[in-house]
């Protein structure tokens, strides 16, 4: 069972920057997808950024309303993956989960409890 924990989220304001950070309990080297979504009250769940395991590289993605703002990236020596979020809007406010996806098969997949961000002023 592959365990994540979140966190980095808080009160920022408009224009402000915040880092998540999710810990992974084990070897992230070899996971084919990890992503954040996240859920605004009232809203469904959704696809934030994703990095996918290349044989040489890893590929990125983004939702187009982060694509500028926001950064995923991982760190294999501390099994974490980070969500670098800058230039914050209102809009942004939402729990933000950290999903896992080690065969890429969507057989099993894994998910945290979530990190609030709100941005306000």
């Known amino acids: 069972q592959v365990q994540l924990v979140e966190s980095g989220g808080g009160l920022v304001q408009p224009g402000g920057s915040l880092t998540l950070s999710c810990v992974v309990s084990e070897s992230i080297s070899d996971i084919y997808t990890m992503a954040w979504y996240r859920q605004a009250p009232g809203k469904q769940r959704e696809l934030v950024a994703r990095i996918t395991k290349g044989q040489l590289i890893n590929y990125v993605d983004y939702a187009d309303s982060v694509k500028t703002r926001f950064t995923i990236s991982k760190e294999n020596a501390k099994n974490t993956v980070y969500l670098q979020m800058s230039s914050l809007k209102p809009e942004d406010t939402a729990v933000y989960y950290c999903?896992?996806?080690?065969?890429?098969?969507?057989?099993?997949?894994?998910w945290g409890r979530g990190t609030q961000v709100t941005v306000s002023s």
């Open positions: 999903y896992a996806d080690p065969s890429g098969s969507s057989t099993s997949t894994y």
